[in-house]
């Protein structure tokens, strides 16, 4: 099997990166052949200041290695290595990762460089993507470094100043009426109808492999910042589980080559207001079963049908991790606690935190806790 292929962990049929498949002809969501991953890093990348210091952990692009470098250093705007830094300057035991500190504001950025750079290398010369927002900003970002044309599908409830960030960078903003979901399927169809053409390629952060490849750097970099270890717990916000997925591959990736021997508790955290893998994990089921968004602050990760749901649970199962709750009535609060601390995040990012000081306050002990700050407050505002 060439080590420059998408696999269909359904039915093992393999694309090569060059085909812009973004799915099997069976259905099932692609992931990234298996590839030898080398951490920490060596050589040249041990002085790289952006994700790419971790080019060596993810897979190989289309062609060779010579083209895979042209690709992320075209590409890279110096995204990740973000600062870890406790939450109170009187109290050790939280840190936050400020991952907003990154070229668009949110750390979306770690997979839309790493997407792009693999969608450039690839021959793509149109991307399509669908997002709530931020997602979005990022890859009309990266299109324009690349010099590629976008089209991004939002839904038309989108924050008016993430519709703004992503038309500024020259993208074009499809504001689709309906739900989350309505706009995931225009942009599938958008997709379908641009692949006949040889050059769209769908940069759809659920669909893509390599956006994990790029998120899984938060993980890389908390272990270094660290020192080489990684902290008892680990705060994830779950959504369509973009960062919950590749900070689950990190993990494997640490233990596989024997850097740690446990797995750090990974909570993940819903939205109460929309929370289907909270259900599924509670019930046992393997799937994920659709809900309707009752209504959340956390627009970010209200996704009531997530495409990787089955494959989010079995890796929170896996890792020994589990789901929590970020009650609605404690979103703002939150949002407020961390901004009195001097961190103005966005609502999503607040929902991570309504979660952890409830838990706190229940008396749960978590040792050393990381918690991202996703995206700035001055988006959503
Ligand atoms: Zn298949």
Redesign the pocket.
């Known amino acids: 099997m060439s080590h420059d292929a998408y696999i ?1 962990p ?2 093992g ?1 393999t694309y090569p990166l060059a085909s812009l498949a973004f799915r ?3 259905g ?1 969501l692609l992931d990234a052949a298996p590839f030898e991953v080398v951490f920490p890093p060596s050589g040249d990348y041990a002085g790289e200041r952006s994700v790419f210091r971790y080019r060596q952990a993810m897979p190989p692009f289309a062609g060779d290695n010579a083209a895979l470098d042209a690709s992320w250093r075209r590409v890279t705007m110096g995204e990740g290595l973000t600062p870890l830094l406790p939450l109170d300057p009187t109290d050790p035991g939280v840190l936050v990762k400020v991952d907003y500190a990154m070229p668009t504001l949110s750390f979306k950025d770690r997979g839309a460089a790493v997407l792009v750079s693999a969608a450039a290398a690839a021959g793509a010369r149109r991307l399509v993507q669908d997002s709530s927002g931020n997602a979005g900003a990022s890859v009309a970002a990266y299109a324009a470094r690349a010099g590629m044309s976008c089209d991004i599908f939002v839904p038309d409830s989108c924050s008016p100043r993430k519709v703004a960030q992503i038309e500024a960078y020259g993208a074009r903003a499809v504001l689709v009426p309906g739900s989350r979901e309505d706009t995931a399927a225009a942009a599938l169809d958008a997709a379908e109808s641009g692949a006949r053409d040889g050059s769209t390629f769908y940069a759809s952060h659920v669909y893509n492999p390599f956006f994990y490849q790029g998120t899984k750097t938060y993980v890389y970099e908390i272990f270094e910042s660290l020192g080489g270890r990684l902290p008892d717990t680990l705060y994830i916000p779950l959504g369509n589980g973009t960062l919950l997925l590749g900070a689950y591959y990190a993990l494997k990736d640490l233990r596989g080559l024997g850097l740690i021997t446990a797995y750090p508790r990974v909570v993940a955290v819903q939205a109460e207001g929309c929370a289907p893998v909270f259900r599924a994990f509670a019930s046992g089921g393997a799937a994920v079963v659709p809900v309707a968004n009752s209504g959340t602050e956390a627009e970010g990760i209200a996704i009531a049908a997530p495409m990787r749901g089955s494959r989010v649970l079995a890796a929170i199962r896996e890792l020994g991790g589990e789901v929590a709750i970020a009650p609605e009535s404690g979103i703002d609060a939150a949002k407020k606690t961390v901004a009195y601390r001097g961190f103005y995040v966005e609502t999503t990012s607040a929902a991570t935190f309504a979660s952890f000081f409830r838990r706190r306050a229940a008396g749960i002990d978590e040792g050393l806790v990381v918690l991202p700050l996703c995206g700035a407050g001055l988006k959503s505002a």
Request: hydrophobic share 10%; charged share 10%; glycine share 12%.
């Open positions: 269909c359904e039915c049929t099997c002809a069976c099932g």
